[in-house]
């Protein structure tokens, strides 16, 4: 018998979780619209010459006919920081993409993790300051709460505020206190700069930098507080929300290395980890030939609909389903193609699927007329106003 199951860490989507997936594609792409971003579709798979900012162990990768290695893409930031130096590379002004798109990791059997899952996101290129910064920041925040999603907040950093809270050390002491801190491992990450000489005053600067969080902020004094203040301000201006939803928070130093300035990561109570996460990488375009200031963010489609789900959150309600018990080939087929002319949804015969659909069960009585569960008999026009 073959094996029915799909690979370790790849699963059937249904179509009651399917048809909520494209309602919140829609509200995203909408969102991303309404700022001037337009789509882009980097292909899903690239060539394993670059830094895709992921260990090669996590990469799903292989070898090509021709002998070349090449991974499914772990990350869009990093196929589009490649895109832009290709297609872009004499172009003049801001580059505003954004995409809908699945991404593929390798993962541990043991944690039970999926190794494909949807991002959605933006990349904002050539544009720096704190106004890019806010944009950037904003345009998250308003995406969550359009599509639907009231109570995230979203935590804000510097990594560059990071960098010089270890000035004191030189590049390889300071990448392996940058390597902890990404790792989670703020206790290592001290215990390195102390044991690399630097300074007790230094280091208590650097605790109560990486400790501050909300107004506590306000008493750092390193160069780059100041613009992460502005930026918060800034992206408040572009999109209040409700309730008040940035939070400085200067601890938070994402995983993913190219960052290099303001980062942030949006956070649900409900959920274990950030549904989405982003910010300034002004290095990365340059490890692919065309140096650009860029800034962005990606939100984890799956843990955004759980975040949502969990909120109480449905998806709109959509057309009833008109299920239409045939009665004569002809006159069901005219009948069908009648109710579709005039807006209603119609499956001929019974519904296996109903994807949370209302479902409205409906017999054929001639090619104009239609009898409903409750015994009345209906033109297709009177159907069709019933229902819209």
């Known amino acids: 018998m073959p094996i029915l199951a799909p690979p370790r860490g790849f699963r059937d989507i249904l179509p009651t979780e399917a048809r909520e997936l494209r309602a919140i594609e829609r509200a ?9 971003y337009v789509p882009i579709e980097p292909p899903m798979v690239e060539r394993v010459d670059g830094d895709s900012g992921l260990e090669r162990e996590r990469l799903m990768q292989f070898l090509d006919r ?34 809908f798109a699945p991404v593929f990791r390798e993962e541990p059997a043991m944690l039970g993790a999926e190794r494909e899952y ?18 950037v920041l904003a345009l998250l925040a308003e995406s969550l709460a ?4 009231r ?59 990486l400790s501050a969080r909300g107004r506590a902020v306000e008493s ?23 309730p008040l939803w940035g939070v400085p928070n200067l601890s938070l130093v994402p995983a993913l290395p190219y960052y290099t300035g303001v980062v942030f990561e949006a956070l649900h109570p409900k959920s274990g980890f950030p549904i989405a996460a982003g910010g300034r990488y002004d290095l990365l375009l340059g490890a692919f030939g065309t140096p650009r200031r860029a800034t962005g963010f990606a939100i984890s489609v799956p843990r955004l609909h759980l975040a949502l789900f969990e909120s109480g959150w449905r998806a709109a309600r ?18 069908a193609a009648a109710l579709r002319a005039r807006g209603v949804v119609v499956a001929i015969g019974a519904v296996a699927e109903r994807a949370g659909l209302e479902i409205v069960d409906a017999s054929v009585v001639d090619h104009d007329h239609v009898r409903v569960a409750d015994g009345r008999v209906m033109t297709a026009d009177e159907l069709a106003r019933e229902l819209a």
């Open 318 to 335: 959509e057309r009833a389903l008109v299920s239409l018990a045939p009665a004569g080939t002809r006159d069901t087929a005219q009948l």
């Open 66 to 99: 021709d002998g070349s290695l090449v991974a499914l893409r772990p990350d869009i930031t990093t196929a589009v920081a490649r895109l832009v130096a290709q297609r872009y590379r004499d172009a003049a002004g801001a580059l505003r993409l954004s995409y």
């Open 118 to 135: 949807d991002q959605a996101g933006v990349e904002l290129v050539g544009p720096s300051g704190p106004l890019a910064d806010a944009e």
């Open 220 to 242: 750092i004094d390193i160069d780059g507080v100041d613009e992460l203040r502005e930026v918060i301000h800034l992206a408040r201006d572009l999109f209040a929300g409700e």
């Open 151 to 209: 109570d995230a907040t979203i935590e804000i950093g510097h990594v560059g505020v990071v960098r010089r809270a270890f000035a004191d050390l030189n590049d390889d002491e300071s990448a392996a206190v940058l390597d902890a801190l990404r790792a989670g491992d703020h206790v290592g990450a001290f215990r390195l700069a102390a044991d690399a000489g630097m300074r007790d005053e230094a280091l208590g600067r650097a605790r109560n930098a």
């Open 28 to 36: 995203l792409d909408e969102t991303f619209a309404s700022y001037g």
């Open 146 to 149: 359009r599509c639907g999603l």
